[in-house]
T-cell receptor
């Protein structure tokens, strides 16, 4: 069964710092990997989707990489802002079209 | 483009009562998902529809949970009777089709069972 782990569980950084969030998964037979953002009391917002054949995706200050063979993905956030404070979830989609989520990293950016 | 709509946003019920949640996906999205997110955990898939057919309900507790998507658009998720451990946020998501397309999530319904 696919298991997704995110480290760290929580992270606090001062505004302006670059940071990296980590995601690992146990079964490399994935269809794609998505990074989501979740604000308190709200649903999930998709940030980046990386197909299994891709190595990375970029959107603005966000860059996500995927190393399928080692079962790892990273989300890099450049020049962090207080508005980036949220919980970041990664999820892998298997051939059965199921999304398996990690437990998330709660990010706090301190002004 | 309107997003995924869910109602109600919050619901408090006593154990053994029944409750229903409603979801309206993004127009044109054939695939609809219901997830359960317990506090401090990532969402867990309960059921996936492709149009009005069930693709995967392997993690749906069928003795108390049911879901339908009769016309291939809106969907309802029902719990009867509710247990304390059903307290969670229930998220609905939709996508154009399973696999290569992003899933778009609604705001969720926060259920508290007392």
């Amino acid at each position: 069964k696919q298991e997704v782990t995110q480290i760290p569980a929580a992270l606090s950084v001062p505004e302006g710092e670059n940071l990296v969030l980590n995601c690992s998964f146990t079964d490399s037979a994935i269809y794609n990997l998505q990074w989501f953002r979740q604000d308190p009391g709200k649903g999930l917002t998709s940030l980046l989707l990386i197909q299994s054949s891709q190595r990375e995706q970029t959107s603005g200050r966000l860059n996500a990489s995927l190393d399928k063979s080692s079962g790892r993905s990273t989300l890099y956030i450049a020049a962090s802002q207080p508005g980036d404070s949220a919980t970041y979830l990664c999820a892998v989609e298997t051939g059965a079209n199921n999304l398996f989520f990690g437990t998330g990293t709660r990010l706090t950016v301190i002004p | 483009e309107a997003g995924v709509a869910q109602s109600p946003r919050y619901k408090i019920i006593e154990k053994r009562q029944s409750v229903a949640f409603w979801c309206n996906p993004i127009s044109g999205h054939a695939t609809l998902y219901w997830y359960q997110q317990i506090l401090g955990q990532g969402p867990k898939l309960l059921i996936q529809f492709q149009n009005n057919g069930v693709v995967d309900d392997s993690q749906l507790p069928k003795d108390r949970f049911s879901a339908e998507r009769l016309k291939g658009v809106d969907s309802t998720l029902k719990i009867q009777p509710a247990k304390l451990e059903d307290s969670a946020v229930y998220l609905c998501a939709s996508s154009l089709s399973p696999g290569r397309y992003e899933q778009y999530f609604g705001p969720g319904t926060r259920l508290t069972v007392t």
